[in-house]
């Protein structure tokens, strides 16, 4: 896989993230009062003028979204389906139901996890979990619903910046669920494009619709972060990237008023931050989020990666044995345990203590649900088998990556150490 299709995927999966999370926000989330401006949207105080539904107007969104970042996605849905069925013809209600639909499938299938793009088999390798096919149909219908919503109120005012963010929002959900779960790359990044083109023009009309630049950012840093030659090929369909404009527009939605937004910008600025290498701010910018939401062990773990890529590696492990307990006392909604127990053992790996990160090895191969994380589990155990001397269990771990799918880069990599043990620490 070329490096700039990850790159992509991952732009992808930010876009989603963004759309899911925050799904269309009102231009009452920017940093400063809205101009004259938001009149474009259409007359706020006229009889029957159509109001967004968002956090700061409606309760069980604001439950809903509470709900949805700590990963209780049942919870959630039905706080969205509440509010969806108070605001039926409201394209942001649509888009949060939508949201909390489309990411719950996603981390049931194992889609959630950063490290899981780590390598550069992932956009091939099998999901953890086949996809539901009444999860998809919903997925349809919903996303049509809320595009047919925005076009209604668009068909009244072709200026209506609500309109066209809810739009846009729908579009990045769409990309991001085409691309994760269908792997329909192209079909997903036309749907990223045109999302980015419905949120510029939402800049165009409203500078201060501050929500519209976390597309555009996260879109700007990518294409931003591409290959000269590529970068060449995206301008020619007018997509230009500019990786400190798109940092700066994720920046400046972090410091939003609004919870949710604020979180969204998070979720995607540490990301981008972390490939940037900045680890002391991407930190900064994990440890808000994981104290606001102390329920979700993807957060905690996220914190812990971050510890032990920044070269902390006592500190990490010490983070990862802390989701580790949280995970076996139910401090978490719900957790997969071999999310941390691998980083643990990257961990343990990097300070030389080989028996223990064998031991976290085990656990994640013992515990996972996905193919490709399972045999990187147990062909890293088999390379701790290897430094500690202990060649036939290490030759045991080999052949039972092979055993479980022989065509994997693990498998090549298994059959090579069958031949010449593991020396590399």
């Known amino acids: ?28 989330g920017s940093l400063t009062p809205p101009g004259p401006a938001a ?30 970042y700590n990963l209780e996605y049942d919870k959630a849905i039905h706080e969205f389906e509440l509010a969806q069925q108070a605001h039926p013809d409201d394209p942001f209600a649509v888009n949060h139901l939508l949201g909390g639909i489309i990411f719950k499938e996603l981390y049931r299938i194992g889609a959630l996890d950063t490290e899981a793009y780590a390598a550069d088999s992932f956009l091939n390798k099998k999901l953890a979990e086949p996809l539901d096919p009444a999860v998809h149909d919903r997925v349809l219908r919903l996303s049509n619903q809320a595009l047919a919503l925005s076009q209604t109120q668009l068909d009244k005012n072709p200026n209506n910046v609500d309109a066209l963010y809810a739009r846009g929002a729908t579009r990045a959900l769409q990309s ?12 997903a990044l036309r749907n990223a494009v045109a999302a980015r083109h419905d949120n510029e023009r939402v800049l165009e009309l409203d500078p201060k619709y501050v929500d519209a630049k976390l597309v555009v950012g996260t879109h700007l840093y990518i294409i931003g972060s591409l290959s000269w030659p590529v970068r060449v090929a995206a301008s020619v369909t007018g997509m230009s990237g500019n990786k400190q404009k798109g940092l700066d527009d994720l920046w400046q939605a972090t410091g939003s008023n609004h919870q ?26 994990v440890n808000v989020m994981q104290g606001q939401y102390p329920r979700n062990f993807l957060m905690a773990t996220e914190y812990a990666h971050l ?87 290490a030759l045991e771990r080999y052949k039972a990556v092979i055993a479980e799918n022989s065509t994997s880069i693990s498998a090549d990599m298994a059959r090579h150490y069958l031949k010449t043990a593991y020396t590399n620490p």
């Not at 790159?7 to 899911?20: E, I, K, S, T």
């Not at 991001?176 to 079909?187: Q, R, V």
């Open 307 to 393: 510890l032990n890529a920044a070269g902390h590696g006592q500190e990490a492990i010490a983070a990862y044995r802390k989701v580790l307990a949280g995970c076996r006392a139910n401090a978490y909604n719900q957790c997969r345990i071999e999310i941390p127990a691998y980083g643990l053992g990257e961990a343990l790996r990097g300070q030389k203590q080989y028996a223990a990160a064998a031991e976290a090895y085990e656990l994640a191969a013992g515990n996972g649900k996905d193919t490709d994380l399972r045999q990187r589990a147990t062909l890293a155990t088999g390379q701790m088998y290897d430094l500690m001397q202990q060649r036939d269990t």
């Open 1 to 28: 896989m070329k490096p700039y299709q990850r790159l992509l995927f991952l732009g992808w999966l930010c876009l989603g993230l963004l759309a899911g999370d925050l799904c269309a926000r009102a231009a009452t």
């Open 176 to 187: 991001t669920y085409i691309g994760i779960a269908d792997h329909a790359w192209f079909s």
């Open 260 to 285: 949710e937004v604020a979180t969204d910008a998070r979720i995607v600025l540490a990301l981008f931050l972390r490939r940037e290498q900045k680890y002391d701010e991407a930190l900064q910018v």
């Open 39 to 68: 009149g474009l949207a259409g007359d706020a105080g006229a009889a029957g003028a159509w109001v967004p539904t968002r956090m700061d107007n409606d309760a069980n969104t604001r439950k809903g979204f509470d709900h949805f």
